[in-house]
């Protein structure tokens, strides 16, 4: 079976509510009514129709609900979507594998319940977290008790990109022009992230909490060694301040993740991420119904990958991650 493990939806319930806010769809107001199949499942299903023994792990698309919503809302619609999910699964168990929950990241005492009620009753295989808590950074401390939520469920952190067009592209402007805020700042978020939560000493608090980055790390596996010499001149600083030294050298720590081949069907990133991951820490992902599923069936062909590694990102890697051997 191909386990495609970062897939999207907004289900219908859900989308209506969404489409009801003042802010309706933040900042993909302009595409999410365009996706269909993120909240038309009889057209979703007939995208995986042509597929056979090919099953998605859902997750709810971007907007984060902090981004459209204050917290007692966000909390609300991050319940709604993870008991459509929930239900979703137990409908559709041949086509959705499992699900991974959303939390209210600008409540984090909601957020720390929804982890326990999505995961303890409704069966979520994960937690899905952006990039910014609601505009905060990923590594505040406001957000260790989530953390710390998160790994005592023992299941995945799926790390989802988010930046708006408020980031502009130069100090002088107002905002990013031309969608260059989504497509090139999405990886950079997702860099970021990585970059911040590692120095934090995130996984050195909790050295069993796994992750899943959307995009191949984003920025991570084309700048490895620019990249790992910062963050060790940067360690090196934060524990000559503090006192507290990471027990391994940074980029280890993000090594030991796990990272999907979402890149819209294109194998030389890929390749990048495999050549600097290893095939033990890369899984498929299409990102549908953004993109489309063949275009990771013919990534797959594209890689020439030996059978073993294959079955690796195809389905191994993810069977441990969701607990599904």
């Known amino acids: 079976m191909i386990i495609d493990i970062f897939t999207h939806v907004i289900p219908k319930r859900l989308y209506d509510r969404f489409d009801a806010l003042p802010k309706k769809f933040g900042c ?33 698309s971007a907007p984060a609900v902090e981004e459209v919503a204050e917290p007692a809302l966000a909390a609300e619609l991050a319940r709604i979507g993870n008991d459509e999910m929930a239900e979703l699964v137990r409908r559709h168990k041949d086509r959705f594998f499992a699900f991974v929950a959303s939390v209210p990241m600008n409540d984090i005492d909601a957020a720390c319940r929804e982890v326990r009620r999505a995961v303890g009753e409704l069966g979520a295989v994960g937690i899905q977290l952006y990039t910014d808590a609601a505009g905060k950074p990923i ?33 002088a402007e107002s905002e990013s022009r031309y969608d260059i805020w989504q ?19 995130l996984w050195d608090r909790h050295p069993g909490l796994r992750m899943i980055t959307h995009h191949q790390g984003g920025m991570i596996p084309f700048h490895p060694l620019r990249i790992a010499s910062a963050m060790e001149r940067e360690a090196k600083a934060k524990a000559e301040r503090t006192g507290q030294a990471l027990k391994r050298p940074p980029m280890d720590y993000i090594k030991a993740l796990y990272h999907d081949t979402a890149m819209g069907g294109a194998p030389a ?49 993810a069977r441990g991650l969701l607990g599904k051997g």
Not at 184 to 199: F, I, S
């Open 28 to 60: 993909l107001t302009s595409r999410v009514p365009k996706v269909t199949g993120l909240f038309d499942m009889e057209f979703r299903m007939r995208l995986m129709d042509p597929y056979a023994d090919y099953g998605q792990v859902i997750s709810l």
């Open 139 to 171: 590594d505040t401390p406001d957000l260790l008790p989530l953390y710390d939520t998160i790994a005592a469920a023992r299941v995945p952190i799926w790390l989802h990109p988010t930046r708006g067009p408020e980031a502009a592209d130069y100090p």
């Open 183 to 201: 497509t090139l700042g999405w990886p950079y978020m997702t860099a970021v992230a990585l970059w911040r939560l590692t120095l934090m000493g």
């Open 269 to 317: 990133p890929v390749r990048c991420g495999l050549e600097l991951y290893g095939a033990d820490h890369v899984v498929f992902a299409t990102d549908c119904p953004y993109n489309q599923i063949q275009w990771g069936y013919d990534l797959m062909n594209a890689l020439d990958l030996d059978a073993a590694s294959r079955k690796k990102l195809e389905e191994t890697n």
